[in-house]
Nanobody, 118 residues
Framework: QARFVESGGALAQPGGSLRLSCAASDRLFTNYHAAWYRQAPGKPREAVAMLMLNSGTRYDDSVKGRFTISSDSAKNTLYLQMNNLKLEDTAIYYC????????????WGQGTQVTVSS
């Protein structure tokens, strides 16, 4: 069964940077589109950055120009470089394939907490 392990979350100040990592249990990011998702308290989980199999990327307007998604297929790892962090970026961040349908709908890692606070 596929698994995702997210890491890199921390407490950061507004304007700061963090780099999140997501290790997949097998070559999921070679065979599927991938995405970073986040869930803020009291809000539904949302996709914020997507990496297509053709290496194209898409970003939610709220993070466009500040976040960069990338992957290392040899390491089965997905990354999210987060720059110019804002208070509203505070959330638990998860990775998964995109869209997370079928068996992937119920396969979520623990996530990694990002807290932006002054």
């Amino acid at each position: 069964q596929a698994r995702f392990v997210e890491s890199g979350g921390a407490l950061a100040q507004p304007g700061g940077s963090l780099r999140l990592s997501c290790a997949a249990s097998d070559r999921l990011f070679t065979n599927y589109h991938a995405a970073w998702y986040r869930q803020a308290p009291g809000k539904p989980r949302e996709a914020v950055a997507m990496l297509m199999l053709n290496s194209g990327t898409r970003y939610d307007d709220s993070v466009k120009g500040r976040f960069t998604i990338s992957s290392d297929s040899a390491k089965n790892t997905l990354y999210l470089q987060m720059n110019n962090l804002k208070l509203e970026d505070t959330a638990i961040y998860y990775c998964n394939v995109h869209p997370p349908l079928g068996p992937f709908a119920n396969i979520w890692g623990q996530g990694t907490q990002v807290t932006v606070s002054s």
